[in-house]
């Protein structure tokens, strides 16, 4: 390995991310999957200052004084998608209707629009070529919205004229999110009354933020771009579709968005490049400390009846050694190392052996601003590193391959990398390394594609965005739609624990208690909602975040383990001796029920999401052509038959099973 450079693999070659756009080569046109007329037979027209352009269940009205948007439904239905452009456009240019598509300008500032019917969606795109933003579109407005639909982690349903959701209690309200890092996925959607609601697809993340605004009393959301031909995101794209209303309505947009531009690769494919990720199937995910390290702490979970595991550990002083690593994969289980290529301290003080690199990687690879100083790194320690500088050290350096076989020199099949596929881009003002935030994303992938393709390594990462779905098995963090109070929350070590003693750390296994605030705004389930899983269900396992393992929050237990159950996703766990003796008889149970569940549905897309009941608390999945179907019941009173705290399973062809967790 030392004398080859990182080779791209079949899974790099699919890979363009141009500009601010991250787009996967393969065949176009969700046409067919719309139920979309021929393109040509969809004609836009322009009438004064309206343009009118044919969408899949109606037409979109945009006019182009303002930008504003309005949908006509085909039943008659007509809603606002869009308010005015924020802060005025000045006056718009001819308009100009060409092979389907319409032009126009706004001289004043130096905008170039088009629009045109897309597979079945309105498409415009804003260029600029001035360091300038631009705040549109500006939806939720119309008085008709009932429910945002947002996928922050796996997802929120917000009723948009809640009083506590435009409260502070709710979190929501004054907050925006980087649609490249802050969702998992660059879309969100709109609810109507009558079956009606919008699909709003960003597919120039790079650069965007969504705003949520609470204003006279409802919520609304604000998109805005920051145009800069440095950083490559002079062009901003936003679709508009017309849907019928769902929570996951948009879900089922953006998944055929996906599909219609080779953007999912499916765990089947997965599979078939490395049969090793089939382990995962069936697999509940857990960090292991102390003795749950050892060859023992396998025998352990063997002896608990649990066949199915993927075990991670820290990069630290005590990882898992060969004796128990060839024990974990004799069982059947993944076993690997947790590393991260984002941290540089400086080697004689470095707080964690993963941020320990050969000098000169500190501070020679360092990210910097603008004016030349380091980017500090996560938690005020060291920088962030850049990836361009790894990528171009790597021929003659080898950082990447060195440290990746030292880490997995203990025979480890799996690896977690942390952060590569969160998003938190980085634009290097370094000469020496310059890199862009496109720039930045191509080289997470290549470098991930090499580790899940050259190493076969079953890969996972951090709350990983849908654009990385196609080099990773699994992620940690993306089911946890974290609210940025946590932070401060993990912050107070009193409350949440320390990184002490080094065999169980306070931080992972003392229970906390989240804020009833808090609480509501991440594990309520009338708000949650699966928009990851129905995008992704059928191409990246998905579990909540390493530090809020099952037992950590012992308030939201039962809760937790129905929406793992309900969406078809594996509990994630920390261990170790005294946990496997508090809980390790429930954990095998619960893995016991889920095994058969994920072994029939873990390939399947998630297909149809509903609520039962009008308080929302009673909830139903179901998973390929009725392959699966899940119904958890979070409501204190028994619903149909089923009782309250308890989910039903139905494996096509089968009989129904039973679960009723208990808390904590």
Known sequence: MKARKLKKTKTQTKIIAGGGALLMVGVI???AAFGTAPQEARRIEAHGDQLDVPVDGGRAVVDIRSLAVRAHAADGRTWQLSAPASGGLGTPGKVTVRGGTASW???????????????GRLAVTVRSARRSSLTWPVSGTDRTTQELQVPRGEGLAVPVADRWWNSAAGGLAGTEADMAGGLTMPFWGTSQPGRHGTSYIVESDIGTTLRFVSAGGRLHTEAAHAFSARQATGSYTVTFALTDGSPVAAARDYRAWLQGHGGITTLRQKIARNPEVA????????????????????RRLRELGIDRMWLGYDADDAPMDRKATRLARQAGYLVGPYDSWANAQDPSSADTPVSAWPVPVWQATCVRHADGTIVTGFGDRGCYVSSEALRRAEPSRHYLSDRTRKMTADGANSYFLDVDAAGELFADHSPAHPMTKAQDRRNRLSRMAWLSGDRRLVLGSESAGSWANGVLAFSHGSGTPVDDRLWKLERDRAAWGRYAPAAAPGVFFQPAHLPADLAKAMYDPRYRVPLYQMVLHDSVISTERWELSWSKLPDQSRTRALLAMLYNVPLNLVLDQSELDR????????QRYFEPLHKAAATQPMTDFRRLTHDGLVQRTTFGKGVLTMTANFSTRSHDGLPAGCVDAVVKGGEKHRLCPTGL
Do not use: C, M, N, P
Not at 105 to 119: E, F, H, I, K, Q
Not at 279 to 298: D, N, P, S
């Open 583 to 590: 809980h390790g008889t429930r954990i095998a149970q619960l």
């Open 29 to 31: 046109g969700t046409a």
């Open 105 to 119: 300008r706004y001289g004043d500032r130096g905008l170039a629009v088009t629009a045109s019917s897309r597979d």
């Open 279 to 298: 382990k995962l199937v069936g697999a509940f995910h857990a960090y292991a400390w102390g003795k749950a390290r050892t060859a023992e702490g396998v």
